[in-house]
């Protein structure tokens, strides 16, 4: 089955502990990102990857990183969380070339 | 800079009957634009689409529409069934940068 997977799906953590939330997808896709969902803003990118060791940053890269070492595998590194990072977060995926996105099944983080 | 608006934060309509969800954008690069619906506990899911050269495209049930002089998109759904009750959002794309607003939460009532 095509898909993107996260985990965990759920955390709660504290501020300034590091942590890694990890995203892959088995469809071959050169390009994948990540968004935070948050209320009345919707989902804002936070960084993007075109293919292998190729990232670049989005609307609200401040606090995370990223690397994409594997074609399938783009995890996202909160170095020191802070509690303006809690928020749901999805990673997704495409083809290159295509529009259509598909997403993981997103992850709640709460920073405390 | 919010570049891809959906002024309507939710909007209730009974099963059978028209849902009519809007979203705005700033942007007159964006030459693709493409509806997204969530489920509760789900990642969105992509489900029509339209290029800017077009003014409509439909899929079953659901047709988008796109007024590129009012930069204007709608999402019509007819009929209307308590399964399509979701987040809705709308989303832009320029040059590999995709905007999306801030979503539509559309509730079907039987």
């Known amino acids: 089955e095509a898909q993107v997977t996260q985990n965990p799906r759920y955390l709660i953590t504290v501020t300034g502990k590091k942590l890694t939330v990890t995203c892959s997808q088995n469809?071959?896709?050169?390009?994948m990102s990540w968004y935070r969902q948050d209320p009345g803003l919707g989902l804002r990118q936070i960084y993007y990857?075109?293919?292998?060791?190729?990232?670049d940053k989005g609307d609200v890269p401040e606090g995370y990183k990223v690397s994409r070492k594997e074609k399938r595998n783009f995890p996202l590194i909160l170095e020191s969380p802070s509690p303006n990072q809690t928020s749901l977060y999805f990673c997704a995926s495409r083809q290159g070339g295509a529009y259509e996105q598909y997403f993981g099944p997103g992850t709640r983080l709460t920073v405390t | 800079d919010q570049q891809v608006k959906q002024n309507s934060p939710s909007l209730s309509v009974q099963e059978g009957r028209i849902s009519i969800l809007n979203c705005d954008y700033t942007n007159s690069m964006f030459d693709y634009f493409l509806w997204y619906k969530k489920y509760p506990a789900e990642g969105p899911t992509f489900l029509i689409s339209i290029s800017s050269i077009k003014d409509k495209n439909e899929d079953g049930r659901f047709t988008v529409f796109l007024n590129k002089s009012a930069k204007h998109l709608s999402l019509h759904i007819v009929p209307s069934q308590p399964g399509d009750s979701a987040v809705y959002f709308c989303?832009?794309?320029?040059?590999?940068?995709?905007?999306f607003g801030a979503g539509t939460r559309l509730t079907v009532k039987p």
């Open positions: 989303a832009a794309y320029n040059n590999n940068d995709m905007r």
């Open positions: 469809m071959n896709h050169e390009y």
């Open positions: 990857s075109m293919n292998v060791e190729v990232t």
